[in-house]
């Protein structure tokens, strides 16, 4: 299944004109990051099937024009328990409520409180390993953009600035282990993880949702 999700992905991808950011980055060896349950992000596709009940994120980058987008969300599969659609629901209230923050004028630092603020009423932490990046002509750049709050990220948001926010929401904790493939991040606990993920080019007043 995962397999085939990587196939469909790369074909749609080639057959625009575009091609898939992920494939070699550093070795990275598939077109598409396929994450579930516990996996935070950067699941490698493999022959494994989805079943009812998995959430399952799908991340898709991709390279057009002399410019990367990036964007990913999160699924349910079939009928998922109320705690895992919370924790999917979740994930993507923390990104809308960080996106309608942007706007010149405002810190890269301050995303983080308001998602960290919604993550913790609702009983979830937010990972602190991985953060919201710069794309443009490179596919990871600065800014770096936590999700978390207290964070010590440098920077101004202004306009022309082309930046992600992907906040990855955990059930637990949010401490992370990273398999011996050198990619695949899962909770430290086993517990489930859900993201989303958009690409965000500053106004004059506020942002442009790219990856819409």
């Known amino acids: 299944m995962f397999k085939k999700i990587d196939e469909i992905i790369h074909k749609a991808t080639i057959d625009r ?7 070699n980055y550093y070795k990275f060896p598939k077109s598409v990051c396929i994450s579930v349950n516990e996996v935070i992000c950067h699941g490698i596709p493999d022959k494994r099937a989805l079943k009812e009940g998995d959430i399952v994120n799908l991340d898709i980058s991709c390279y057009y024009n002399g410019f990367h987008g990036d964007m990913n969300a999160t699924y349910c599969v079939g009928k998922v328990d109320e705690k895992g659609v919370q924790l999917v629901n979740t994930a993507r209230e923390c990104l809308e409520k960080a996106i309608a923050m942007v706007k010149p004028g405002i810190r890269y ?17 937010v990972n602190r390993t991985f953060s919201g ?9 600065a800014p770096n953009v936590p999700h978390y709050a207290n964070n010590k990220a440098i920077g101004i948001v202004k306009p022309g600035h082309c930046f992600t926010i992907e906040p990855m929401i955990c059930e637990g904790g949010w401490r992370d282990e990273i398999w011996p493939d050198d990619w695949t991040a899962v909770t430290s ?5 859900a993201q989303f993920e958009h690409t965000l080019l500053v106004t004059e007043d506020g942002c ?3 990856t819409k």
Do not use: M, T, W
């Open 189 to 193: 606990d086993g517990k489930r993880s």
């Open 17 to 23: 004109g575009a091609y898939p950011s992920p494939l």
């Open 208 to 210: 442009e949702i790219l």
């Open 133 to 141: 990046h710069g794309i443009n002509q490179l596919f990871h750049c």
């Open 109 to 125: 630092r301050d995303f983080g409180k308001v998602i960290e603020e919604h993550a913790k009423k609702n009983g979830f932490s």
